[in-house]
């Protein structure tokens, strides 16, 4: 995060919080998030928020945008589409 010494990253229907210990030539993961609702969601794209001492992230799937708060690596906040898929950019 803003510190340097956490990262986090989306694999599928999970998200994962990674601490980078300074002492240690392993990263450990420290907190998860799992997306649940009906079929088989995965998350396309998630972006870092640097406000807020960095515990905000945000995450696309399909239609959804979410809002998760990283201290209790919960979702607080989601926007649904209704018309079309949100496209899969690769910038």
Partial sequence: MG???RVI???D???LLWDLQESSTQ????STATLEGKGQLKFISG???P???CSQLATANDTTI???DLRTMRSVQTSKGKQRKI???QW
């Fill in 27 to 30: 990263a450990m993961v420290s």
């Fill in 87 to 89: 496209p899969n950019n």
């Fill in 51 to 53: 406000h807020h001492n």
């Fill in 66 to 68: 979410r809002g998760w």
């Fill in 9 to 11: 990253s989306l694999a």
């Fill in 13 to 15: 229907n999970h998200a």
């Fill in 3 to 5: 510190d340097g010494k």
């Fill in 47 to 49: 972006k870092w928020s």
